[in-house]
């Protein structure tokens, strides 16, 4: 079973420019989540899809940040434009269900953004 | 409001010695559940032991168990015979009816 796959795996760009990051779930997974995860933190959730419906992004800067899940599968996730404090690991992680479930989430490998 | 909290930023074992981890939460809710995760250094989070809150019985997968005190809302792991490859960062996690927290993580560096 392929896990969950994320891209570019490392980007570096100057403040106020744009970015956009990708990821495709485990074949079958309803639920596809966008975490944020600061050096020495826990992941902080930034949205939450299930199929391409948005059930929690209360923790997304809607004002620079956005997210799609365009069919249900593949997502997508922007900064426009970034700050220096955006500099972090960004996981993407799937699961069968959502929340109020067992459902364990399986993790991508990240995507570790530097803005200079 | 849901909360997630590891108060040891830090810890370190003995090869083959046990350890406990320790988390506590905070939550209205009475159906819930309860993960703990490891974050390997530069590698992919992964599951390492869940819990249903409506089951009394603490959760066990080989070397891995948890001490579940839903009255107290603690969430504790033990490692026992704790390898050189459980060195990692150990996340708690919750999972309620709308949120999925994390917890700030536990660094444990198992010593040779």
């Known amino acids: 079973e392929a896990g969950v796959a994320q891209s570019p795996r490392y980007k570096i760009i100057e403040k106020r420019q744009s970015v956009a990051f990708w990821c495709n779930p485990i074949?079958?997974?309803?639920?596809l989540y966008w975490y944020q995860q600061i050096l020495g933190q826990g992941p902080k959730l930034l949205i939450q899809f299930q199929n391409n419906g948005v059930v929690d992004d209360s923790q997304l800067p809607k004002d620079r940040f956005s997210a799609e899940r365009l069919k249900g599968v593949d997502s997508t996730l922007k900064i426009q434009p970034a700050k220096l404090e955006d500099s972090a690991v960004y996981l993407c992680?799937?699961?069968?269900?959502?929340?109020?479930?067992?459902?364990?989430?399986?993790f991508g490998p990240g995507t570790r953004l530097t803005v200079l | 409001a849901q909360t997630v909290t590891q108060s040891q930023p830090e810890m370190s074992v003995q090869e083959a010695e046990t350890v406990t981890l320790s988390c506590t939460y905070d939550?209205?809710?009475?159906?819930?559940?309860l993960f703990w995760y490891k974050q390997p250094p530069s590698r992919q989070m992964i599951l390492v032991i869940r819990q249903e809150a409506y089951k009394q019985q603490n959760a066990t997968e080989n070397r891995f168990s948890v001490n579940f005190q839903k009255a107290a809302k603690s969430f504790s792991l033990k490692i026992s015979d704790s390898q050189l490859g459980d060195t990692a960062m150990y996340f708690c996690a919750f999972s309620g009816t709308y949120k999925y927290i994390f917890g700030t993580g536990t660094r444990l560096k198992v010593l040779a």
């Open positions: 939550t209205s809710e009475s159906n819930y559940y």
């Open positions: 992680a799937s699961s069968l269900g959502g929340t109020g479930q067992i459902n364990e989430q399986f």
């Open positions: 074949s079958g997974h309803a639920t």
